[in-house]
């Protein structure tokens, strides 16, 4: 039986009361997501204090995400009024991609401040999203320095901080902050495996299985490549095929280093991009905007 994955560290209750005291001064709402999951890595706490407040979905490493996919996510958002916009924040993504979708938003409430007789400002937004998400990647491609800290892994943003991006945004930076309570394990499995909750609070084996059933579901023949597996393989089930990719891995019974490869060959697209959020199996009223 899969051990529960506990990941609610006080930490992240404290950003989660600081996003909740700052997001009043801010115009519109950055949330950064990930392509590879773009329902499960929303944070439904973020919905919660945001309320009606404009919202932009930046879908990042869509490098890592099945191509296809994310494009049917972004016309799905589309098709629900909820601006969203894809990227690949580490090669082709600036300023100028954002302001495009922001502009239309916040245009009419910046005209009629103007009216008011109020000065001319920039647009100010909030970013937040889950840790290890690509959020401090996004800040310095904005601000196009390395005004963020920057790691491939959970917990590296510790407070918040405003950037500024040229004459036209100000950014508010957060810490990547969970949720206290997760709906499902299958919502913890794929945020563990895509590395927003840290390696160390939950077993690799359970999460290398749980990519391993993905994989010889969805992309059969990656997982025949890179592991050197034939049809035959996959009668085996899950656990006797994570055993058997140990073997051909010259691991021999070390099934835990095993795993520990599998997922980061996932993490790193040694098998190719994935997206683990089936739209088709999406359920109705599960998007801010539905």
């Given amino acids: 039986?899969?051990?529960t994955i506990q990941w609610f560290p006080g930490h992240?209750?404290?950003a989660i009361r600081q996003f909740e005291e700052n997001v009043s001064l801010v115009d519109i709402v950055f949330e950064v997501i990930d392509a590879r999951i773009p329902l499960t890595s929303q944070?439904?706490?973020v919905a919660?204090?945001?309320?009606?407040?404009?919202h932009l979905f930046i879908l990042t490493k869509k490098?890592?995400?099945d191509r296809e996919a994310t494009q049917?996510?972004?016309?799905y958002f589309k098709d629900h009024g909820q601006p969203a916009i894809a990227v690949d924040a580490k090669d082709h993504f600036n300023i100028n991609d954002v302001l495009s979708v922001i502009n239309p938003i916040m245009s009419p409430k910046l005209a009629r401040e103007e009216q008011k007789g109020m000065k001319k400002r920039p647009i100010r937004a909030v970013s937040v999203g889950v840790p290890n998400v690509g959020k401090s990647t996004v800040l310095n491609r904005l601000v196009n320095r390395r005004a963020?800290?920057?790691?491939?892994?959970?917990?590296?943003?510790?407070?918040?901080?405003?950037l500024k991006a040229g004459k036209k945004l100000e950014l508010l930076d957060t810490p990547g902050i969970l949720w206290p309570k997760f709906a499902s394990q299958e919502i913890a499995n794929k945020l563990a495996l895509t590395g927003a909750i840290k390696d160390s609070v939950f077993a690799s084996d359970d999460i290398a299985l749980f990519g391993l059933k993905h994989f010889r579901a969805r992309h059969r023949d990656q997982l025949m490549a890179r592991y050197r597996l034939n049809d035959d393989d996959f009668a085996l089930s899950d656990v006797d095929l994570l055993l058997l990719i140990t073997k051909k891995l010259g691991m021999r019974d070390d099934y835990e280093r095993a795993s520990n490869r599998i997922i980061q060959d996932i993490r790193n697209n040694k098998l190719g991009g994935f997206t683990l959020d089936n739209l088709e199996e999406l359920q109705p009223n599960v998007t801010r905007n539905d």
């Fill in 1 to 3: 039986m899969a051990v």
């Fill in 12 to 14: 992240m209750a404290k």
């Fill in 43 to 45: 944070n439904p706490e």
């Fill in 48 to 54: 919660r204090i945001t309320g009606e407040k404009p």
């Fill in 63 to 65: 490098d890592l995400a």
């Fill in 72 to 75: 049917r996510w972004l016309a």
């Fill in 148 to 162: 963020a800290q920057v790691g491939n892994r959970p917990g590296v943003t510790k407070g918040q901080q405003w």
